[in-house]
Structures are given as structure tokens and as C-alpha cells.
């Protein structure tokens, strides 16, 4: 599975309810083959988180001016990381979340 076929795509709760769109993926190599494996997702809420959302994020960075610290909160906190198995995405992917061999 490629992170493309992941991002842009709507993510909603197992109820139903819209969380938002599929920014970026989190994958982690912690497996016994140390294959990369896809974990969660991070969905932003509204456009504008779309385009800053978590990647400026004070968890980054979490020194600095207090400004762009405020700054980076304000901007992402309309974005959440989401375990791949509490989420569906419309259109669907075939074989997510854990995709097929290649």
C-alpha cells in the first residue's frame, strides 16, 4: 500500500461520524521482520489544518518563541492521529488497514 492511495481520502469513526481528511499516515518498523507497518493516521478537521496541520505541530517542536508556539497549537489542534483499525475511509482502499503484499 502507498501513503497516495491514503491521503485526500474521508475518514470516519465506526459509527459513522466524520472526522475529516487523511493528511499523513504513521508507520512503525517495531515488527519481528522489521517490516514498516501501517499504525495510524492523522485527519485534519478543516482546510487550513489540511495544509499545516500536525507537521508544525508543538509536539515537534515544543521550544521556541512563545508566539510560534501558540501559533502551532492554534493551527493543530484541528488534527488528531487516529489507530488505523478505529477508522474507515470512503472511497475505500482495498485491504486497508493493513494492505496487500506487492
Known sequence: MRAGELLGR????????RLGRVVDVVVRGDGPDGRLRLTDVVVARHWYSRMVG???G?????SGPWLI???ARLLGRNSQQVPTDMIRLVPPVP???FGEPR
Open 10 to 17: 474521508t475518514a470516519y469513526d465506526l459509527r459513522g461520524r
Open 54 to 56: 500536525r507537521l508544525i
Open 58 to 62: 508543538p509536539e515537534r517542536h515544543p
Open 69 to 71: 508556539r501558540w501559533v
Open 95 to 97: 485491504g486497508f488497514p
